[in-house]
T-cell receptor
Framework: DTGVSQDPRHKITKRGQNVTFRCDPI?????LYWYRQTLGQGPEFLTY????????KSRLLSDRFSAERPKGSFSTLEIQRTEQGDSAMYLC???????????FGPGTRLLVL | DQQVKQNSPSLSVQEGRISILNCDYT??????FLWYKKYPAEGPTFLIS?????DKNEDGRFTVFLNKSAKHLSLHIVPSQPGDSAVYFC?????????????FGKGTKLSVKP
C-alpha cells in the first residue's frame, strides 16, 4: 500500500508565472484534500474532492487557484499569476469512505521570487 | 479566530521521561480529534486519534486524553525518545458537519534530549 505522493517536491518560480502541482492519493481513497501550510502555522484547508467532484472550497482559494480531479484518481492544483504570498508548503491528503483519518503526502514547497 | 489552539510553541523533555502536549478547542461541534507528527520538509504523519464518545485512546507509547467539558485534549508520550523530536499538530473535525476537512493548531515543537 503506497502512500500519498506529490510532485514536484520543490518548485521555485518567478512572480507572475503559473505553477501546477500533482497529487496521487492512496489507491481506493475516494476523498482528497488540499491544504496549505506557511511558516509557524498548521495546515489550512483549501479544497476537497469526493471522487471527481469538488465539493468544498475555502475562502483561502482565490480565483487564481484551481483544482481538478478528472477521473477521481490523481488531482492537480494550479496557481495562476503567482504572488510572493503564495510561497508555502502545499499538502495533499486522502482518505476513504467515512473514515476520518487523513493521510498526507510529503508536500510541495513553493517559493515565489 | 483560532478554533484549535496549541499554546505551547515548544517543549523540551529528557529522554525516558513523559512528554505531555496540550491542545484546546473552541468549537463544540468538533467530535473527532487527531494528532500528527511532522518532521521538517515532510508531510504530517498520523499518530493517534480519538472520537468524542471516548475520553482516552492508547497506542503503544502514545495516549490521547479528551476532556470534553473543558474542550481540552492532551497527548502523552511515555517514555520519550530522541526520535520523537518533531513538531506535533493537534487537529479536529466535525464528523457530521462539513466535508471532513481538518482544523489544525499551530503546532508544538518537541525536543527530546538524550
Amino acid at each position: 500500500d503506497t502512500g500519498v505522493s506529490q510532485d514536484p517536491r520543490h518548485k521555485i518560480t518567478k512572480r507572475g508565472q503559473n505553477v501546477t502541482f500533482r497529487c496521487d492519493p492512496i489507491s481506493e481513497h475516494n476523498r482528497l484534500y488540499w491544504y496549505r501550510q506557511t511558516l509557524g502555522q498548521g495546515p489550512e484547508f483549501l479544497t476537497y474532492f469526493q471522487n471527481e467532484a469538488q465539493l468544498e472550497k475555502s475562502r483561502l482559494l482565490s480565483d487564481r487557484f484551481s483544482a481538478e480531479r478528472p477521473k477521481g484518481s490523481f488531482s492537480t492544483l494550479e496557481i495562476q499569476r503567482t504572488e510572493q504570498g503564495d510561497s508555502a508548503m502545499y499538502l495533499c491528503a486522502s482518505t476513504r469512505g467515512t473514515e476520518e483519518t487523513q493521510y498526507f503526502g510529503p508536500g510541495t514547497r513553493l517559493l515565489v521570487l | 479566530d483560532q478554533q484549535v489552539k496549541q499554546n505551547s510553541p515548544s517543549l523540551s523533555v529528557q529522554e525516558g521521561r513523559i512528554s505531555i502536549l496540550n491542545c484546546d478547542y473552541t468549537n463544540s461541534m468538533f467530535d473527532y480529534f487527531l494528532w500528527y507528527k511532522k518532521y521538517p520538509a515532510e508531510g504530517p504523519t498520523f499518530l493517534i486519534s480519538i472520537s468524542s464518545i471516548k475520553d482516552k485512546n492508547e497506542d503503544g507509547r502514545f495516549t490521547v486524553f479528551l476532556n470534553k467539558s473543558a474542550k481540552h485534549l492532551s497527548l502523552h508520550i511515555v517514555p520519550s525518545q530522541p526520535g520523537d523530536s518533531a513538531v506535533y499538530f493537534c487537529a479536529a473535525s466535525e464528523v457530521g458537519g462539513s466535508q471532513g476537512n481538518l482544523i489544525f493548531g499551530k503546532g508544538t515543537k518537541l525536543s527530546v534530549k538524550p
